[in-house]
């Protein structure tokens, strides 16, 4: 009798561990998900935004959080977020074999540094060219380490032969390069600018993200592809400017960031805009989100706790937190 009860308590103790193994369903981690969009103090400062997360095969899971978040479909300025998309043209164009001269440009490690701004009647050539740009001079200083800066992603347009090119030009070329998106995919630009002028909607960037993940687009191979260190306080021989805090070391890649930090890292890759845009996928490739909002105030704060694109990288890796695990985060 007496072994029958530890075999039955052997038994209840092994069934009750497999049920603690099991890996939460997909609507507790909508929930969880949500949860922490609505009340982690990690996602604060982030609010009203619009959440998605999915996989290759489609959207899994959606919410909103705050008066005025926009919606899936709201068209909103994608900032820096388009240094993913135009990454990812170049690698479909190179059928994934870049050249040492794309490495250079889309890890943003050439000398071409001088970008401020374009406007929204000039050509790819013209807002180069600019004397608001330095008239597209290169920097010796800072060629071969990284600084983040839209120059690299203009001087490679001109070299792939966009120089010509105003917003809707420039939007055909990218969006034809990318024809897997499908004809009505609704990527397009504001700015003659590669590495920032770029406008869509959460659902846009979605369905760009689902491709990569589902090995649809080239860029899929070159995710995490020869990054740098992208700290200057860390990695001064590698690095020379950078938006990313000082106490934090991530990575950049081809035209996308590598959130490696050792103590606050996930290993996602993300391309977060300097309006709040946000954009990720997860280290194993297995899922992407979609923080959307376009917050102007605060993006060329001196304080990073008041910078848009950082707001929502901190609430980013709080939703994956929460998605991974089932469990809200606080």
Not at 81 to 86: H, Q, T, V
Not at 300 to 322: E, H, I
């Amino acid at each position: 009798m007496r072994g029958m009860e530890i075999w039955l308590g052997a038994m209840a103790f092994g069934l009750a561990a497999m049920v603690a193994a099991q890996p939460p369903t997909q609507a507790e981690r909508a929930a969880a998900t949500q949860a922490t969009a609505e009340r982690a103090e990690a996602c604060r400062a982030a609010r009203p935004f619009y959440w998605e997360i999915g996989d290759g095969g489609g959207l899994l899971a959606s919410g909103a959080v705050g008066a005025g978040a926009p919606g899936r479909q709201t068209r909103l300025a994608l900032a820096s977020a388009s240094k993913w998309i135009y990454a990812a043209y170049v690698a479909q164009r190179r059928q994934g074999r870049l050249s040492e001269s794309d490495i250079r440009l889309l890890s943003f490690r050439s000398a071409y540094t001088g970008l401020r701004g374009c406007g929204a009647w000039q050509t790819v050539a013209s807002c180069m060219n600019s004397r608001i740009n330095d008239y597209g001079r290169p920097d010796a200083a800072g060629d071969g380490r990284f600084f983040y800066n839209g120059g690299h992603m203009q001087r490679h347009a001109l070299e792939m032969g966009l120089g010509e090119d105003g917003n809707e030009a420039l939007a055909v070329e990218v969006r034809n390069g990318l024809s897997v998106m499908g004809a009505d995919w609704g990527f397009g630009y504001a700015q003659p600018q590669p590495a920032g002028g770029g406008v869509g909607s959460a659902g846009d960037y979605a369905r760009f993200l689902q491709a990569i993940i589902a090995g649809r687009l080239a860029i899929h191979a070159l995710l995490g592809a020869h990054a740098v260190c992208a700290n200057p306080r860390a990695c001064p021989r590698q690095a020379l400017q950078s938006p990313i805090p000082e106490n934090e070391v991530w990575h950049y890649s081809i035209g996308h960031w590598v959130e490696d930090d050792p103590g606050s890292g996930d290993g996602a890759f993300s391309s977060p805009g300097a309006f709040g845009f946000y954009p990720w996928i997860s280290r194993d490739k297995a899922h992407y989100g979609v923080l959307a909002r376009e917050a102007h105030a605060g993006w060329l704060s001196r304080s990073a706790t008041d910078k848009p694109y950082l707001q929502s990288a901190v609430c980013g890796r709080a939703l994956r937190q929460a998605w991974s695990s089932g469990q809200a985060v606080r």
